[in-house]
């Protein structure tokens, strides 16, 4: 398992990470998400003791990473698949690794095969693609046959074929009951490989939940339901009466009816009630990609300007920032529909996770301020309003009626002899 405590990495005057705590456990792939530049390999290279926090501690099985007995053993990584002498053949990068390690050369051979490599493992590293660049990263990390792996972006430069691989090789990890800690901006790919997210933003952790509770967190659920097309006058009928129940109905492009805020079975009465045939009555919810989008909007650095010309995004004042999204709760208003209020949604969000994040011992950042004795105050608060300014629904279908609810760290020591059997190499710093 592994276990960071109020991490905290200041680079001078830039926050890299901010009182970030979370577990990740084994027998399951954990997910670390969040948009450019918040913190995943900052806090990664923390991990694995390549960079020294500014504040709070994070261990690995109970120990710093310095201080595992054999880590390299015990822990892999692949962190950066560049970080290979690329005059060395791909075999003999490993075999150095190994020596390090004091692994057998057949283990070598053997992640030489597990990763597909065998036939070009004779061959330098730099010419290597992309993709079998990160082949043997991920040998590399396989090596010493951890309990832990860590892996940032390992299906990046991958084809389809390779990232199926890597799905498989992620899920089998863990189903062998080892911690699998992946960072990703693939949210399709995360969908179908983790088990549980940690999503942060500006440094900061906004989600520590399972996938399915994420997605029901951060979305909007709500039911598509259809009259017939020849009968115009059914659908103005089932409106009035969804809206008289206290629905929020919407009409998408095709002349459907995008229901929020009454649960299927109800909906279904009241169709009946007022005499109004149905040809679909569907519950939806969004996908993992629309539930991040919606929950780290807010935390999201470097954005194109032709983001605000698609609507994606609302223009804000010069120098002014997004509000940071609500911990479990995201961002009210954008890219999906805002969720239904509380009380009233359409299909319940599962136990323990009602908009919120759990209330495990590490779910939210600390309030600005608000923990005597805590980490030094938020140095996101100034930036962020405390009143969210929603931005409007720029994708979200027309109302059919009224509208829903009208100190400066020093440069990190080199790795440790016992370092991942990634070699992760340089610093940040010196990158
Ligand atoms: N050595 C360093 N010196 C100064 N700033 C740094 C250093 N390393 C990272 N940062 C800054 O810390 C922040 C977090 O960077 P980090 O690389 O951890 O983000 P990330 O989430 O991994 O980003 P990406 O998804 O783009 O890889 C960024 O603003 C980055 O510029």
Redesign the pocket.
């Known amino acids: 398992m592994i276990e960071a405590v109020g991490l905290t990495k200041r ?2 005057d ?1 926050t ?1 990470v901010y009182n970030l705590s979370f577990q990740v456990r084994p027998g399951a792939v954990t997910g670390f998400l ?10 990664m290279r923390m991990i694995l003791g390549l960079d020294n926090p500014t504040s709070g501690h994070v261990t690995i099985s109970g120990h710093p990473y310095r201080k595992l007995p054999n880590a390299a053993r015990q822990v892999g990584a692949l962190l950066d698949a560049k970080a290979v002498h690329g005059g060395r053949a791909a075999r003999n990068h490993l075999l150095s690794l190994a020596q390090l390690s004091g692994i057998p050369a057949r283990r070598v051979d053997e992640v030489l095969g597990v990763v597909g490599l065998q036939e070009v493992a004779r061959r330098r590293s730099k010419g290597f693609s992309l993709g079998m660049g990160q082949r043997l990263g991920i040998a590399a990390a396989l090596l010493g046959d951890p309990q832990v792996l860590l892996f940032d ?1 390992p299906v990046n430069g991958l084809d389809p074929e390779g990232i199926h691989w890597v799905r498989n090789l992620m899920k089998a990890l863990a189903a062998e009951g080892r911690t699998v800690f992946v ?1 990703s ?1 693939l949210m399709s790919e995360m969908a179908l490989t983790a088990d549980h997210l940690i999503v942060i933003g500006r ?1 900061q952790l906004l989600s520590d939940m399972s996938v399915k509770d994420f997605i029901s967190a951060n979305s909007a659920d709500f039911a598509r339901v259809r009259t017939p097309d020849s009968e115009p006058q059914l659908r103005e009928k089932l409106t009035s009466a969804l809206t008289e129940a206290g629905g929020h109905v919407m009409s998408e492009q095709d002349g459907a009816l995008r229901v929020a805020g009454l649960a299927l079975p109800r909906i279904s009465d009241i169709a009946h009630g007022s005499d109004v045939r149905l040809w679909e009555l569907s519950p939806h919810q969004a996908s993992l990609e629309e539930a991040y989008m919606r929950m780290t909007q807010g935390a999201v ?1 470097y954005r194109s300007t032709a983001d605000q010309k698609a609507g994606l995004q609302q223009p804000l004042p010069p120098g002014a920032q997004p509000p940071m999204p609500v911990p479990g709760q995201g961002q009210p208003g954008w890219y999906a529909p805002p969720p239904p209020q509380q009380g009233s949604q359409p299909f319940p969000p599962p136990q323990g996770a009602p908009g919120q994040a759990p209330a495990g011992p590490y779910g939210a950042p600390a309030a600005p301020g608000a923990a005597p004795g805590g980490p030094p105050a938020n140095p996101y608060a100034a930036q962020t309003p405390q009143t969210p300014q929603a931005p409007q629904p720029q994708q979200a279908p027309a109302p059919v009626t009224a509208p829903p609810g009208a100190a400066p760290s020093p440069t990190p020591p080199p790795p440790p002899s016992a370092a991942p059997v990634t070699d992760p190499t340089k ?3 010196a ?1």
């Open positions: 680079y001078g830039k890299a969040g948009p450019n530049g918040s913190g995943k390999s900052t806090t972006e960072s901006h440094g650095d610093s940040e710093d990158r």
